[in-house]
């Protein structure tokens, strides 16, 4: 995780788009001065960077099955449940599928893993908007082949 | 069975916590109802998971600000009922269904 430029997902692990689900890695950073003030003496990630993270890996997802046309804004964050706390230097296993694609929205859900311990889930609407800038779309291009987005799902203009 | 529009103002009412009874079909989702577009995307999901279908919401807008529509047609409920048994009727005669 690169907590200072909000990009909370460092792998993407497996990119089905004939399934529309995908699976990230999110390495929680041992040290960072987050943790000193939440909370001093017991530090734990917030419950809204953990939603961001389930976001972003959703929008992964959404970038991989829209082959880069458009960009998930997020919109809608339902059912936010943090079922455990997550320390630093923890890993988060993130998976996360396409409930439905809708007119211009999709629906999506994520959940995210320590191990096999269940830490988080919820339910995320993005809306699908074309990219307003060419030079986002080309950090966006940038930063999937940093995370490792698969190259077969990467467009090629 | 209930109709289309009942269907839909039931939807309404509970996304959007809008009391039934007030809910027409001769009301308009937007002027009428106040539903914004945040909301709107609610309904949208629980329509087109109600009746299996995808409404075309952007190419609706489009025709709205190209002004070859106004949202009387497609926000007045009793013509988004009748838009909804247009898809489901078109999914139903498509060769895949």
Redesign the interface.
């Known amino acids: 995780m690169q907590l200072d430029y909000f990009i909370l997902i460092d792998r993407i692990i497996d990119l089905n788009l004939e399934a529309k689900t995908i699976t990230v890695e999110a390495q929680v950073p041992p040290t960072h001065t987050i943790f000193e003030g939440h909370f001093p003496g017991f530090p734990i990630m917030p419950g809204v960077l953990l939603t961001e993270a389930m976001a972003q890996s959703c929008g992964w997802l959404l970038l991989g099955v829209m082959k880069f046309e458009r960009m998930p804004f997020l919109?809608?964050v339902k059912e936010a449940k943090m079922r455990g706390f997550v320390s630093p230097g923890q890993l988060l296993t993130i998976e996360a599928k396409i409930e439905?694609?809708?007119?211009?929205?999709a629906?999506t859900s994520a959940k995210a893993r320590v191990g096999k311990e269940l830490k988080c889930s919820a339910e995320i609407?993005f809306?699908l908007i074309p990219f307003p800038d060419p030079a986002f779309r080309v950090h966006m291009d940038a930063v999937a082949n940093k995370i490792g987005f698969p190259l077969q799902a990467m467009p090629h203009d | 069975m209930s109709s289309t529009f009942d269907q839909i103002a039931n939807i309404i009412a509970e996304t959007c916590d809008i009391p039934r009874d007030t809910i027409t079909p001769e009301s308009h989702a937007i002027d009428d109802l106040g539903i914004d577009s945040?909301d709107f995307?609610?309904i949208?999901?629980a329509i087109?998971?109600a009746f299996g279908i995808?409404?075309?919401?952007?190419?609706w807008?489009q025709e709205v600000n190209d002004g070859k529509a106004t949202t009387e047609q497609y926000f007045v409920l009793k013509n988004l009922a009748a838009r909804i048994d247009e898809l489901v009727a078109a999914k139903n005669a498509s060769p895949g269904a």
Request: aromatic share 8%; charged share 30%; glycine share 8%.
């Open positions: 919109a809608m439905h694609e809708g007119s211009g929205f629906v609407t809306r | 945040l995307l609610d949208a999901f087109d998971k995808k409404m075309p919401l952007e190419k807008t």
